[in-house]
């Protein structure tokens, strides 16, 4: 059974940080690249950033580049999301993804990634 578990969100005041952890488990993800994504009630999930699985590349949505950082620990199996300088409008709820290494590029589109987690609040007070 192939789970990605998210954890680290919570209540955080803007201007502030939080480091969200993605741990999978249930088979080897030798090669995969991971994604964060987010949605807001009524809006559609979108693509937050990625990371090949080297660590080589990094991928980011403008809205967060400069404020948030993806990394991985691929002997722990686990990726990492470090937000800083939260806004009101980072509030989402934030899935971790991983996807195939048959893919490459485009790593925004959310149908190229194969396992998804259940999702961690974030919530950012103004």
């Known amino acids: 059974q192939v789970q990605l578990e998210e954890s680290g969100g919570g209540l955080v005041q803007a201007g502030g940080s939080l480091r969200l952890s993605c741990a999978a488990s249930?088979?080897?993800?030798?090669?995969?690249?991971m994604g964060w994504f987010r949605q807001n009630p009524g809006k559609e999930r979108e693509f937050v950033a990625a990371?090949?699985?080297?660590?080589?590349?990094?991928i980011y949505a403008d809205s967060v580049k400069g404020r948030f950082t993806i990394s991985r620990d691929n002997a722990k199996n686990t990726v990492y999301l470090q937000m800083n300088s939260l806004e009101p409008e980072d509030t989402a709820v934030y899935y971790c993804?991983?996807?195939?290494?048959?893919?490459?590029?485009?790593?925004?589109?959310?149908?190229?990634?194969?396992?998804w987690g259940q999702g961690t609040q974030v919530t950012v007070s103004s």
């Open positions: 993804a991983a996807r195939s290494p048959q893919y490459s590029g485009n790593y925004y589109k959310q149908n190229l990634y194969a396992y």
């Open positions: 249930g088979r080897t993800f030798y090669g995969y690249a």
């Open positions: 990371i090949t699985w080297s660590a080589g590349s990094t």
